[in-house]
């Protein structure tokens, strides 16, 4: 439409994006009306028809691509439920390849055109989530926590199962989210059962309120990230590590330009996830517990935490607030899945959960190579915090972010800015990801390469350093408090 192309051409994006940005926005607004049905059935065909209509505002008929692993799936989950978790598998990741390869996803991506590949990707997650989640109901060996708190024990209705599919948007930009946490939702159980609340003190039955703050305040996070990225991003991109100012610059500043574009990259993540956050804020989703004194808590699925993103001092904690929802699907149905009962996880389940990301994402080397390194980069942290432990000094403690400690004025952050080992170690646990995402932009081989030539592989060289290094060095905990801590978050 031309009113369409000349916002789009004002705001410097595509028509695909403008789409995309809008779509979001509205999910919102549908979010907060799904708050106020009350029927388990109104509320199942609210969240399904809006989430059809806001998918296909942007993605057109290339929603249609949700129908065949959707179908599939249900028909395993029916026909063959002791390995319908096996089949999902084999169904939603060879057909999500597909549409890699068949759409060139991620080439097309960066030149600002959008398909449903991107729908494609969040749903995966959930179908095979579900599907494993299903099968796991049937399993006569013992669960784990996680896996007994989210069994699937019957096969959804189809219009629960479609509900959940399109759930008033969560395609766009995700998170993943579990069927169990749906469904309990929209029955209005568990968390969400207006009994679990009513005993509270009068101030903190004031949900409305809560979601509303809660909500304006992702909104306009998710504004500023917007405005900063259309801002900066026009400068700050990929493309400035082919000019010949850029080449002509010495390693370390390579490195550091490296760094700054790949935190500038980072920022148009921040704006869809936290929009999305919203959507689900307002809708209830997002409800994590209740608490006696501060009311309701909120976090149940946000997906980024940019403070922690920026402030942690180990690669290990970065996936704990980073596109968290895939990080808890990798981790819950990947990592510890392939790791023998009993047996403590290697590398080798690392790097593999890692490639499986590096899949998920498309097939092109410069994921491949990024989420390969990453593996490297999460294990050398490891390795260091273990090294760290037998030093005669004293290590100081690592700040933990509480949950909802996102803002910039946390004292928490204050407080640890004045600590200059503090700052050294964020220094060096940021340098690796934030220039490895700069890599992930590129999606060639030969690019990619290129890319690392520049700074001489320092990143990879740092972590094989300290990997190395752990090797040959004793491994002695020592029994502090903060040692006992870290060791039980990890």
Known sequence: MPWEQASAETLSLSV???????????????????????????????SLVTGILLVYYPFGAGVLHALPP??????????????????????????????????????????GQLDFTGGEMVLVLKLIALAMCHQDSLRKDTLSEYQTSHLVKRVPTPLEYASFIFSFGNLLAGPCTEFRDYKD????????????HAQLPAPHTSHRYSCLKKGLKLIGSSILFMVFYTLVGKTWNNTLLYTPWYLEKSVPVKLLLMIIVGNVYQTRYFFAWKLSEASLTFAGLNLRSWDPKLGPIWGRYCNAKWVGVLFSDSGRVVPGYWNIGTGNFLRRYVYERITPKNRKPTFKHLLFTQL???????????YLMFFASSSFWIYSATALYKMEQGWPWRRSPRLVLPEGAVDADDPQLHLAALRGDYMQRVAISRSVPAASVALAQELEFHKSLAVWREVLFIPHITMFVVIAAAAFMPRSVRETPTAKEHAKEL
């Open 185 to 196: 939702f929209i029955e209005a159980k568990g968390v969400w059962d207006p009994q679990t």
């Open 16 to 46: 695909d994006q403008l789409r995309f940005a809008l779509a979001l926005m509205l999910s919102v607004l549908v979010g907060s009306g799904l708050a106020f049905i009350r029927s388990t059935t109104a509320r199942h065909l609210y």
């Open 356 to 366: 499986v990301s590096g899949l998920w994402h498309g097939l092109h080397p410069g």
């Open 70 to 111: 959707a179908i599939l799936t249900y028909t395993a989950m029916l026909v063959l439920p002791r390995s319908c978790g096996r089949l999902a598998w084999m169904i939603n990741f060879p057909y999500l390849l597909y549409l890699h390869v068949s759409n060139a996803s991620a080439g097309n991506w960066n030149k």
